[in-house]
């Protein structure tokens, strides 16, 4: 069975200083890792996403995440976070080829992060 | 711009009732899915479907139906509301199936069941 966990359900940081959120995940395959971003009253949206290769992957408004195979951690991070970057983060897995999980998309419970001025 | 809507953006059932949720994709995708979020916790999947007039269950189906009458309509429905089914039920679309194709989501509709 795959799962995803986020250790932090709510994340607080002024504006301007260095973000980290945490996903760890489990999976018996080669996964596919994925972070979502939910906007206040607004739909889920893709942020990036990791499949092999470079373990450093970069996404959309300067977030970038690195997959850890050893520690089975992909963690999303931005330099320099803005107000308009509040919102609830998912961290989500789907299961290589192999896993069984294919088709399946596991969602971390999210993280709440808050920009403070 | 892809493009999923919802219908309604909240509504209030009572308990016994029959809920009809609504989702509109003009992605032109083959793949449509329902999830449902509870507060603290991620999105589970209920029904997805690949085709119209075909719908598949997913991990949650129990007290839901679904109905795929297009490419564009997929509809959840809750024959007899309980109280747990009181969260936030999220549509959304893809290409295709498997972890390589993005899945775009609807703003949602939030249900309470009284």
């Known amino acids: 069975a795959q799962s995803v966990t986020q250790p932090d359900a709510r994340v607080t940081v002024s504006e301007g200083a260095s973000l980290q959120l945490r996903c760890k995940y489990s999976?018996?395959?080669?996964?596919?890792l994925f972070w979502y971003v939910q906007y206040p009253r607004q739909g889920l949206q893709l942020l990036l996403k990791?499949?092999?290769?470079?373990?450093v992957v970069q996404g959309v408004n300067g977030f970038e995440a690195e997959f850890s195979k050893s520690n089975s951690s992909f963690h999303l991070r931005k330099a320099s976070v803005h107000w308009s970057d509040s919102a609830v983060y998912f961290c989500?897995?789907?299961?290589?080829?192999?896993?069984?999980?294919?088709?399946?998309?596991?969602f971390g419970a999210g993280t709440r992060l808050a920009v403070c001025p | 711009e892809a493009a999923v809507t919802q219908s309604p953006r909240s509504k209030v059932a009572v308990t016994g009732g029959k809920v009809t949720l609504s989702c509109h994709q003009t992605?032109?995708?083959?793949?449509m899915y329902w999830y449902r979020q509870d507060t603290g916790h991620g999105l589970r999947l209920i029904h997805y479907?690949?085709?119209?007039?075909?719908?598949e269950k997913g991990d949650i189906p129990d007290g839901y139906k679904a109905s795929r009458p297009s490419q564009e309509n997929f509809s959840l429905i809750l024959e007899l509301a309980s109280l747990s089914q009181t969260a936030v039920y999220f549509c959304?679309?893809?290409?295709?199936?498997?972890?390589?194709?993005?899945?775009?989501f609807g703003p949602g509709t939030r249900l309470t069941v009284l």
């Open positions: 992605n032109n995708h083959d793949y």
């Open positions: 999976s018996s395959g080669t996964p596919y």
């Open positions: 989500v897995l789907s299961g290589g080829m192999l896993s069984g999980s294919f088709n399946k998309l596991t």
């Open positions: 479907s690949y085709v119209a007039d075909s719908t």
């Open positions: 959304a679309s893809s290409d295709g199936t498997g972890g390589t194709y993005e899945q775009y």
């Open positions: 990791y499949y092999s290769g470079d373990p």
